[in-house]
């Protein structure tokens, strides 16, 4: 796996050097660690900062990585844009590319109809989002450079939309926001936390249609999901 540096430096952002004092030394900062005394990466600092409008926009002019290159269409999420419930799955396929909406073709039908179970719907309380927002060739795997140019989109629609609850479809979706790397079947059964809200870990659509069996198990996490909801926000759950 490509090292932080090796990212950076990937996108066009580090190393960005510069001398600052710090209790009257001189040293060397990189400009795109977050973490160092208000040194800030310029292109997540503007993205942390649009509107939800602007933020679409900001997607569909998106280069930080090749797959501008490639795709049709970017596909920024759907939903109500204050839902409770967030559901955040890896990246397009090419229904979504050619339509613009993540999880329309069959594993978006069995994603609607797990929501009609819960009687949810999609812009009813509910937001629906990847990973990536525009399609990898062929389906392949998002690779870490794509995760990490995409990565303060996701962030801002959750600090924007502010869901009281977060469902992670598949692997690459629970490990990129929880900044781990296990699976799925070690993630289930628990509450985890994405800055502070709650989430939780179940399979992706797209897996139930090749091991449909397990489709028990994600509706186990989903009645999990729900009760974890109302008993975090009760009035909003029951609304």
Known sequence: MPTRAEVLR??????????RARNGVMQAADAGDAGNDGDVDPRRARIASLAFDALVDDIAQCRACGLCGTRRRTVPGVGAPDAAWMFVGEAPGADEDAQGEPFVGAAGQLLDNMLAAL????GNDVFIANVLKCRPPNNRTPEPLEVDACRPYLDRQIALIAPALIVALGKSAACTLLDVDASVASLRHRIHRYRGTPLIVTYHPAYLLRTPLDKAKVWEDLLFARRTLREITPARAES
């Not at 990937?10 to 001398?19: D, F, I, M, Y």
């Not at 009687?119 to 999609?122: E, K, P, V």
């Open 119 to 122: 009687d949810l719907a999609r």
């Open 10 to 19: 990937e996108l066009g952002l580090a190393p960005s050097w510069r001398l």
